[in-house]
């Protein structure tokens, strides 16, 4: 299925799980989840992503807000590194 509304939900993705989506669309992801099977593969592959990341980075002494701004950082760079290495490869930045 290659819905008009699966694009809004795979660059919403992070924003859903940060929890920083409006109810609104909280519960269009929700929904459209339930009816659309490679949006919910998605969404549970970046939920599995960010629990390994937590499992590693979990002390207890980081603020909930601070890990989550950390894990998004990190989710951030792995993307960022894959785009750079496809873009340019053997290219070495020095
Ligand atoms: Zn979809």
Same mark, same amino acid.
């Given at each position: 299925m290659n819905h008009p509304n699966c694009r809004q939900v795979q660059t919403s993705v992070h924003d859903f799980l940060d929890g920083e989506l409006p109810p609104s669309s909280a519960e269009f992801m929700t929904e459209h989840l339930q009816r659309c099977p490679e949006c919910a593969h998605l969404v549970r592959f970046e939920s599995a992503v960010r629990a390994r990341i937590r499992d590693c980075c979990?002390?207890? &002494? &980081?603020p909930p807000e601070l890990r989550v701004r950390i894990m998004t950082r990190i989710t951030h760079v792995v993307t960022q590194v894959r785009v750079t290495y496809q873009e340019r490869p053997g290219d070495v930045e020095r």
């Open positions: 979990s002390t207890e &002494a &980081a």
